[in-house]
């Protein structure tokens, strides 16, 4: 009988459930549930930099889009469901009680931002980000941050725990323990609710909570207790054994299976981040650099242990044994903002065009709705058309992407975008072109920072919606890093991954490589460098970089 598993991928904006037939990757049945209260703005502050989503949605979209995709299959497919497993968004934690309750789904914390899962893009915790960073190095004992690049995030694990624990003492006080999401959601679906029992996972520890098998865990209460006091005793309240994605983490309880329509017997799968997993059903493979290409970028490469070696690469979000691939290094890196550059420009010129069509006269408000709608879906698509059209440096204009900050190389989320070179004939198109051109340029930087530590790069494999969507973004990658790049043909290669890994969680494949090989779906596209690009883009990169220097100078020095 065919045997089918469930991957379902939380992302920043919505959660999509994909059922996949385990033998040979064919995918089902797909549904995709937008969060109403992130859509709705509640909970964020984007002024402060602060993203928080509220556990509801989570709980509110796992139930709707595995119902749905069991409505949409074939009768009796859903007696023929093996496993689970889930990615999420991540560093994404929430302060969670004894139970394992996440606070916000108390009464009491049913409104308060800090109580809720803290978003992988929530900077509120540069300063004690730094304060980490600080410590680590000056102690005298220890560097924690070592497998994290040198350099630890404030969009990571405890960094963001610091800042709530010292901004919030009510949360502060209720909290007995912290839950990444990818964690929460298996222990959920399973009925643990001791946070002490959550079989933890190997990537999200790894990667954001600078643990690691030769620091016995986490850092240690010492470590911790000087960074501050607040932290005291909380190694205890957390984990030190961690797991990676093929193993099980139960089976579905009493609850879900009812609340899912499955069975108890589906197994669920140990969770974890959705760039990592998503790197599996793009069919990563050693030196293969791996984009996830949506509203930031997350870049994901895998390495034979015993090839790296000793080799600490600087600047990046860890390398961690299992984080991707069992058996294979993990290496992480990535921007902090790729597609949501081009989302501000729009939002940047939308905002008064809004405005002013809103206080018209001449429209009744289904027309000026209509219009509205025409203008925000025609944006991107007339700014590429005309951007197209512009020589590579016809404008002189050069643009940073860090308008998020700065993931990789070399964290620090204080940056800040900036533009060079406008002037009174600059105009929309060439200020478009100027920052897909910036967030290719991070692209390039990141690839260089692999080589120049001495991790090479064989090829590139993009996955996610700017990859899928749009030409012209990728074109321009492939011109200024000049290497071909690979798009994976799954629409959804992280729920792809997941329900690869479930596959294996279940018994179906005894590796992930093999799952890989039976449930891949392969290459849709190659982009070719083109080489007289190619060679116009090293002049703007070099100004890239040297502006880069100057903000980066200016803003240090503030």
Not at 45 to 51: H, Q
Not at 400 to 422: H, M, S, V
């Amino acid at each position: 009988m065919t045997k089918y598993t469930l991957g379902v991928d939380y992302g920043t904006d919505s959660v999509r459930t994909l059922l996949v037939d385990a033998t040979n990757g064919n995918e089902i049945s797909s549904s995709v549930y937008n969060y109403p209260r992130w859509k709705a703005g509640k909970y964020c502050d984007p002024s402060k930099n602060r993203f928080r989503q509220h556990p509801l949605d989570y709980l509110e979209g796992i139930e709707k889009t595995i119902r749905e995709v069991i409505a949409k299959s074939p009768a009796g497919i859903a007696e023929n469901i093996v496993a689970i497993s889930v990615d999420t968004t991540g560093s994404t934690p929430v302060a969670v009680d004894k139970n394992g309750t996440p606070l916000a789904l108390l009464p009491e914390f049913a409104e308060n931002p800090n109580a809720m899962f803290v978003l992988w893009k929530d900077h509120t915790a540069t300063a004690e980000a730094e304060e980490i960073n600080t410590l680590a190095r000056s102690w005298g004992g220890i560097d924690y941050t070592r497998f994290e690049g040198g350099i630890y995030s404030s969009e990571w694990f405890w960094a963001k725990i610091l800042h709530v624990l010292r901004e919030d003492d009510s949360v502060r006080n209720a909290a007995y323990s912290w839950v990444e999401h990818c964690d929460w959601i298996p222990a959920l679906l399973t009925g643990i609710h001791d946070p002490l029992q959550l079989k933890r996972s190997r990537c999200a520890a790894g990667h954001k909570a600078m643990w690691h098998a030769q620091f016995d865990g986490l850092p240690s209460e010492e470590f911790l207790v000087r960074l501050d006091p607040l932290l005291a005793g909380l190694r205890s309240r957390l984990y030190s054994d961690t797991y990676t994605c093929e193993v099980k983490a139960g089976n579905l309880n009493a609850e879900w299976a009812k609340r899912l329509g499955l069975s108890e017997q589906v197994i669920v799968g140990v969770g974890s981040f959705d760039a990592h997993i998503g790197a599996l059903g793009g069919e990563i493979k050693p030196y293969y650099l791996s984009k996830i290409m949506g509203t930031s970028t997350c870049d994901i490469l895998i390495a034979p242990s015993e090839e790296v070696g000793n080799k600490f690469v600087k600047g990046i979000c860890g390398q961690v044994d299992g984080s991707v691939v069992p058996g294979m290094l993990g290496l992480e890196a990535g921007q902090s903002a790729f597609g949501d550059v081009y989302a501000w420009f729009k939002a940047l010129l939308l905002g008064p065009t809004e405005a002013l069509i809103n206080k018209s006269t001449s429209l009744d408000e289904a027309a000026k709705l209509k219009l509205l709608d025409e203008i925000s879906d025609s944006m991107i698509p007339w700014l590429t058309a005309e951007a197209e059209k512009i020589e590579i440096g016809e404008t002189g204009i050069v643009a940073l992407d860090w308008l998020n900050g700065r993931r990789t190389p070399d964290a620090n989320q204080l940056l800040k975008g900036a533009i060079l070179g406008l002037n009174l004939g600059s105009e929309a198109p060439g200020i478009f072109r100027a920052l897909v051109e910036a967030t290719a340029f991070g692209s390039k930087k990141i690839i260089e920072r692999f080589t120049e530590e001495g991790i090479p790069i064989e090829g590139i494999i993009a996955l996610g919606g700017v990859a899928k969507k749009s030409p012209f973004v990728m074109q321009v990658v492939a011109d200024v890093i000049n290497k071909p790049i690979l798009v994976a043909r799954s629409e959804q290669a992280c729920a792809l991954g997941s329900a690869m890994a479930a596959a294996v969680a279940g018994g179906l494949f005894a590796t992930i490589a093999e799952a890989q090989h039976a449930m891949g779906s392969g290459f849709e596209k190659e982009y070719i460098p083109i080489p007289a690009n190619a060679g116009k883009y090293k002049y703007l990169y070099d100004q890239y970089a040297r502006f880069g220097e100057l903000v980066e100078k200016e803003t240090m020095t503030k």
